[in-house]
């Protein structure tokens, strides 16, 4: 940044009766919530059709249970519509980690098998995949994206991991720990064309992506409501299509499992379902108050003046290095680097978040890729520029004096 290069920042967004866009929520004040791309946060309106969806489940137990599966089948609907697709392709899952472990558990067996996942992948569900290997009697084989790499860098380092024994893909649509897409359409049109299973974690896709689902041939694709669509946690879509679909059950087999996908999912027992039943109440409130396009645009634009903002700061305090390349970015999320000694693997980067929002009061995101240590922003509509603002001022100069404390000269 030039010294006579001016950053804007964006209006803040307000309710439509002129109080702040934050007043919607029941965030804790003396904290700046700069994290919500990990647990998300769920305006009170849907926190209070979910507590009265509780209180009438408490009612009448007995009426209400019989009923929930009929309840689920009609709330696809309008959450099928918010994603673009078809109800009958979605199933209700509590989070993207049960859904992908649904898709786990009913994959064929086979023998030798190998799960090719990206080093931008979520851990969890590396994890997941190391356990379908090893029952195949297979491995895991890990493509290497550099951060900087294109759309068509990123495809041939993906497929170039792919063999005879390859018997399932798996990749981010949107990479956690990189805040950056991948290119999961041409991924997955030649998954397609070789017939190998394609699995999307598409976890922070929706809310923040318009149609996640457009031109993506996945078998398979799972995201989270509770993020970016700020329903309440434990709301989660699996769209499963094709051949492979009637062979998903959900993790509790309970008396819906003799019905078709997704039928089955709508009955498991008596688990509380009332953060999917609240879940178009919290994508409601945010069409009606901005409008999703509006809001989109509104994280971008706060989330680019934030990565500029704080890029600056940390160059002028610690001369930390200039932007980071994540060659696609995604809206609403960026990198910034971290000093050196700061957040170098995942586990000095989750101590660092919990030691920011302990001694400086900031929810904050940390997260690691080849031995560097990143602030991911993830901005959403209730955030504003005095939030990043705040955290260059104080919290900069705070965590760079620790990392010369973990690596003094």
């Known amino acids: 940044m030039s010294e006579t290069e001016v950053i804007t920042a964006p209006s803040p967004l307000t309710l439509p009766d002129g109080r702040p866009a934050a007043a919607a929520w029941s965030l804790d004040p003396a904290l700046r919530h700069l994290n919500h791309g990990s647990f998300g946060a769920v305006p009170l309106v849907a926190q209070e059709r979910q507590n009265a969806l509780r209180a009438e489940m408490e009612r009448a137990p007995v009426v209400w249970f019989p009923a929930l599966p009929q309840r689920l089948a009609a709330t696809r609907v309008p959450l099928a519509a918010f994603l673009r697709t078809s109800p009958d392709s979605l199933a209700l899952?509590?989070?993207?980690?049960?859904?992908?472990?649904?898709?786990?558990?009913?994959?064929?067996?086979?023998?030798?098998?190998?799960?090719?996942?990206?080093?931008?992948?979520?851990?969890?569900?590396?994890?997941?995949?190391?356990?379908?290997?090893?029952?195949?009697?297979?491995?895991?084989?890990?493509?290497?994206?550099?951060?900087?790499?294109?759309?068509?860098?990123?495809?041939?380092?993906?497929?170039?991991?792919?063999?005879?024994?390859?018997?399932?893909?798996?990749?981010?649509?949107?990479?956690?720990?990189?805040?950056?897409?991948?290119?999961?359409?041409?991924?997955?049109?030649?998954?397609?064309?070789?017939?190998?299973?394609?699995?999307?974690?598409?976890?922070?896709?929706?809310?923040?992506?318009?149609?996640?689902?457009?031109?993506?041939?996945?078998?398979?694709?799972?995201?989270?409501?509770?993020?970016?669509?700020?329903?309440?946690?434990?709301?989660?879509?699996?769209?499963?299509?094709?051949?492979?679909?009637?062979?998903?059950?959900?993790?509790?087999?309970?008396?819906?499992?003799?019905?078709?996908?997704?039928?089955?999912?709508?009955?498991?027992?008596?688990?509380?379902?009332?953060?999917?039943?609240?879940?178009?109440?919290?994508?409601?409130?945010?069409?009606?108050?901005?409008?999703?396009?509006?809001?989109?645009?509104?994280?971008?634009?706060?989330?680019?003046?934030?990565?500029?903002?704080?890029?600056?700061?940390?160059?002028?305090?610690a001369s930390a290095g200039g932007p980071v390349d994540a060659g696609t970015p995604v809206p609403g999320m960026r990198l910034v680097r971290l000093p050196a000694g700061l957040g170098a693997t995942r586990v000095e980067a989750d101590a660092l978040r919990d030691r920011v929002a302990r001694e400086l009061g900031v929810e904050a995101a940390f997260t690691s890729f080849g031995g560097t240590g990143y602030l991911r922003l993830s901005a959403h509509v209730y955030n504003t520029p005095d939030d990043y603002e705040h955290f260059a001022e104080r919290c900069v100069p705070v965590l760079v004096a620790w990392a010369r404390a973990a690596h003094p000269a």
């Open 93 to 317: 899952v509590p989070n993207a980690s049960a859904g992908i472990s649904v898709v786990l558990a009913a994959l064929p067996h086979r023998p030798g098998g190998e799960v090719v996942v990206t080093d931008h992948g979520y851990g969890a569900v590396t994890l997941g995949a190391e356990r379908l290997a090893r029952r195949w009697g297979g491995r895991v084989r890990t493509a290497r994206v550099p951060l900087d790499a294109d759309e068509q860098q990123a495809y041939e380092a993906v497929v170039a991991e792919w063999s005879e024994d390859t018997g399932l893909v798996v990749v981010d649509q949107i990479t956690s720990p990189t805040a950056r897409r991948m290119p999961v359409d041409l991924i997955g049109a030649e998954a397609r064309r070789r017939g190998i299973p394609f699995l999307v974690d598409a976890a922070h896709s929706p809310g923040l992506i318009a149609a996640p689902l457009a031109g993506v041939p996945a078998d398979f694709w799972v995201g989270n409501l509770h993020k970016w669509g700020c329903a309440p946690r434990g709301t989660a879509a699996l769209i499963a299509q094709g051949p492979l679909a009637e062979r998903l059950h959900p993790l509790i087999d309970s008396w819906g499992a003799a019905d078709p996908y997704p039928g089955r999912f709508d009955q498991q027992g008596t688990v509380d379902a009332t953060s999917c039943l609240a879940a178009p109440t919290a994508l409601d409130f945010i069409e009606r108050s901005w409008g999703w396009e509006t809001a989109r645009r509104y994280m971008d634009d706060l989330a680019c003046y934030a990565e500029r903002i704080l890029t600056a700061a940390f160059t002028e305090a």
